[in-house]
């Protein structure tokens, strides 16, 4: 700034103040960012852009998952079927059992020996015979009178 004969500062475009200490930004920087210097804002966590005004997520939200700001909170709105902080967490209704895992909406990943949208059908490599039923990988529980792995043996009366 110039310094006016009486004591008083002429400021610079970008600065104000009776020393012209102080840096203005025009737009004024939103959601409470603080002025740097002309034109540059420092904002505080959760909000971006030149002049604080663009929500900003850390990290970034996932799988179409949306940074909003809530009552000053700013947090990710998740997709249909996502969940978690960043939307990183797909969702299935229908659970994955026997140590399966969720991947995708509604789709569980098996592990080995399991099949189906829930990983709840055990697969057996050789079909339980005479009406058995397979409970658990390659495991067969038998209708009497048979028995064995794959319920061929028949009791003798």
Known sequence: GLC??????LCSKGY??????HATCYPKCKNGGECLRP??????PGYGGRYCHKVSCE???QNGGECISVNGVVKCLCASGWTGSRCQEAICPQGCRNNGA???????SCPAGWVG????????KLPCQHG???????VCRCRLPYSGLQCTKKRKE
């Open 4 to 9: 006016l004969g009486n004591g008083t500062c």
């Open 16 to 21: 104000e103040g009776e020393l012209c200490q």
């Open 39 to 44: 034109g540059k804002c420092r904002c505080p």
């Open 59 to 61: 990290g970034g939200c």
């Open 102 to 108: 969720c991947v995708a909406p509604g789709i569980c």
């Open 117 to 124: 949208g829930a990983c709840h059908l055990a697969v057996c």
């Open 132 to 138: 058995g039923k397979c409970i658990a990988p390659n």
